[in-house]
Structure formats: structure tokens, C-alpha cells
């Protein structure tokens, strides 16, 4: 018995992925008071291990923004409901990037104050999507107190302690809430979501990015010519 053709295969209507590949029993939703505004790098949309949609459809209190250069305006925009603005992001040290805000202690006691920015891209990306995003250099940096150990065994990591978008930003939730526990059952489905990924992928091969394409319509990347 061979396997039914990619291009027959039926997909889910919700997340854009082969049926048996389904995400959408995963979603778990959460009100979190904190606002969250994910950047996601383009090569990020079509990777079927990616955990940003999943977050995203998740938090109810969640935005979603694909690109890799962020304009002033485009991000000014989008973080025009008055919040203090954090970037989720080390410390680091570029040469010709704008110096991060100091921290505000008092402003980050509210969580539901804070919007917290995360760039949903491997480790590289990521530092490119800083360097041609000036008003993201500038953001205050929340760092992680203590990095939990990751489920993500489906992606290579790229450092020591390196999480999933999902994982760090439910890790920085729980900080910002003073270390909450209400981010389990996301945790949990996540798991789930990790263990299918992977036994789909030993079954098929790795998802063809065709068929994961475009879950939903984020905003159209940025940075084009
Ligand atoms: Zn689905």
C-alpha cells in the first residue's frame, strides 16, 4: 500500500495541515493579563514544528505579526494601546544597535501593564530580525530567572537551555505573574503537540511545507523589495 499523494491528502480547514497531522486539538485557551505580540520570521510560518501558531491560538491576549524587518511605523502601530513594552531577548552587545531601556521594576509589577515582545525565529534570524528592527533594539530586555528544561526535543537547539517560542514565552508569563502555575495545561499541550510532530514525522518523513502553509493570515512580511 503506498502512501495517498501530498497534494490529496486532506487539510485541516483550521490549521492548514494534513488531518492526521491536526494541531487543533492541542489548543488550549488561556486569558493571560499580560499582552503578547509575537514577531514571527517568514521561515517560521511554513515550519510544521513550530510552536508560535500554537501559542498564538492559545493566548487569547496574543498578536501575530509575520516579517523580518519591522518598521517604526509598523510596530508603532501595533504597540499603540498604552503598555509597558518588554522585549523577551538576552542581553547582547551589537555594534551599531540602539542601547536597551534600563528595566522598570515598577512598571513590570503589573502584568497586565506589560506587553511582552517575543521574535519567534531560530537564534540567527533572530539577531538579524534585531538588526533591521532599530525601534526592537531599544525595548527594555526581560530575561528568563531560570530556564526550564525544554520538551522540545523535535528542533535542534541552537544553545545550551534553549526553548520554543512557546516554552520561553509561558516561562516569562509565569515570571512576570511571580512564577504562576496557570500555564501547565499549555505546557502539557504542547507535550502533546511535540510527541504528534514527532511520530508524524517517523511515519511520513518531515511535513511538506506546502502543506502547512499559511495557517490563517498574519500581516504580509515586511521587508520586501
Ligand atoms: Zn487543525
Not at 75 to 94: C, R
Request: glycine share 6%; net charge positive.
Amino acid at each position: 500500500m503506498g502512501h495517498t499523494p501530498v497534494s490529496k491528502r486532506r487539510l485541516c480547514p483550521h490549521c492548514a495541515r494534513p488531518l492526521s497531522s491536526c494541531i487543533c486539538r492541542w489548543v488550549t485557551p488561556l486569558a493571560q493579563p499580560t499582552a503578547v505580540l509575537i514577531l514571527q520570521h517568514p521561515l517560521e510560518v511554513q515550519h510544521a514544528k513550530n510552536s508560535a501558531g500554537l501559542l498564538h491560538r492559545c493566548l487569547t491576549h496574543s498578536r501575530l505579526l509575520v516579517g523580518e524587518r519591522f518598521d517604526a511605523q509598523t510596530l508603532q502601530a501595533v504597540l499603540q494601546e498604552p503598555k509597558y513594552t518588554v522585549l523577551l531577548y538576552p542581553p547582547t552587545d551589537y555594534a551599531g544597535h540602539a542601547a536597551p531601556a534600563a528595566l522598570d521594576a515598577v512598571q513590570l509589577a503589573d502584568p497586565s501593564a506589560v506587553r511582552l515582545v517575543v521574535l519567534d525565529a531560530t537564534w540567527r534570524k533572530s539577531r538579524k530580525m534585531l538588526h533591521l528592527s532599530p525601534l526592537l533594539q531599544g525595548l527594555p530586555r526581560l530575561t528568563l530567572h531560570d530556564t526550564p528544561a525544554s520538551l522540545y526535543g523535535i528542533r535542534k537547539a541552537h544553545q545550551p537551555g534553549q526553548l520554543s517560542t512557546l516554552e520561553a514565552t509561558c516561562a516569562a508569563l509565569a515570571q512576570l505573574q511571580g512564577g504562576a502555575m496557570v500555564y501547565a495545561p499549555l505546557l502539557q499541550a504542547f507535550q502533546g503537540f511535540v510527541a504528534q510532530q514527532a511520530s508524524y514525522a517517523q511515519d511520513h518523513g518531515p511535513v511538506p511545507l506546502s502543506e502547512v502553509a499559511l495557517p490563517g493570515t498574519p500581516c504580509r512580511p515586511q521587508g520586501g523589495p
